[in-house]
T-cell receptor, first 112, second 115 residues
Framework: EPEVTQTPSHQVTQMGQEVILRCVPI?????FYWYRQILGQKVEFLVS????????KSEIFDDQFSVERPDGSNFTLKIRSTKLEDSAMYFC??????????FGPGTRLTVL | AQKVTQAQTEISVVEKEDVTLDCVYE???????LFWYKQPPSGELVFLIR??????QNEISGRYSWNFQKSTSSFNFTITASQVVDSAVYFC????????????FGTGTRLQVFP
């Protein structure tokens, strides 16, 4: 069964460094999302992406964040200058024209 | 505004007990979708069920059942004869009818099933 994959599973970085989180959505899916979950809290929407552009972004998704679909298969989230409060689990999700979003296993980002 | 409330923060049961996880939602849309996801200790989010606003039929899948009631804006989830493997955090989520719409999650209910 096809699934969303994410790499790395765990990323440790120093405050102020740039990180890129990678996702490979399910191949026939057209809609892509990033969510984050601070430890012990609920899952929060960051950004949605369709037709090579951002559809919607949350207040969390400020100028430090960007997304890209560089090659038709990968979907990346870049944080330009990480802060301590960016430490969280980041989930990628995708769906086709049906409405169920399928999530990747997540990338745990730890900012020191 | 849209909102999902899961008032039960944590529930503990003994194996084989039945347990119901509550979910109350708020939306002004007439077309919307409701979801339940399971987050086991390993951390991934596992899709369990999707319901659209026009389909109030209850659903049963093995030991799992869902009760959708528009009159009370609730979408409750019952596990019958719980097992230790059911221990997880369960999230209820809501999204609007457009394809690009985000999921709005509740705060989750942590279920612990003891042997």
């Amino acid at each position: 069964e096809p699934e969303v994959t994410q790499t790395p599973s765990h990323q440790v970085t120093q405050m102020g460094q740039e990180v890129i989180l990678r996702c490979v959505p399910i191949s026939n899916h057209l809609y892509f999302y990033w969510y984050r979950q601070i430890l012990g809290q609920k899952v929060e929407f960051l950004v949605s992406f369709y037709n090579n552009e951002i559809s919607e972004k949350s207040e969390i998704f400020d100028d430090q964040f960007s997304v890209e679909r560089p090659d038709g298969s990968n979907f990346t989230l870049k944080i330009r200058s990480t802060k301590l409060e960016d430490s969280a689990m980041y989930f990628c999700a995708s769906h086709a024209s049906t409405d169920t979003q399928y999530f990747g296993p997540g990338t745990r980002l730890t900012v020191l | 505004a849209q909102k999902v409330t899961q008032a039960q923060t944590e529930i503990s049961v003994v194996e084989k007990e039945d347990v119901t996880l509550d979910c109350v939602y708020e939306t002004r849309d007439t077309t919307y979708y409701l979801f339940w996801y399971k987050q086991p200790p390993s951390g991934e989010l596992v899709f369990l069920i999707r319901r659209n606003s026009f389909d109030e039929q209850n659903e049963i899948s093995g030991r799992y059942s869902w009760n959708f009631q528009k009159s009370t804006s609730s979408f409750n989830f019952t596990i019958t004869a719980s097992q230790v493997v059911d221990s997880a955090v369960y999230f209820c989520a809501l999204r609007r009818g457009r394809d690009t719409d985000k999921l709005i999650f509740g705060t989750g209910t942590r279920l612990q099933v003891f042997p």
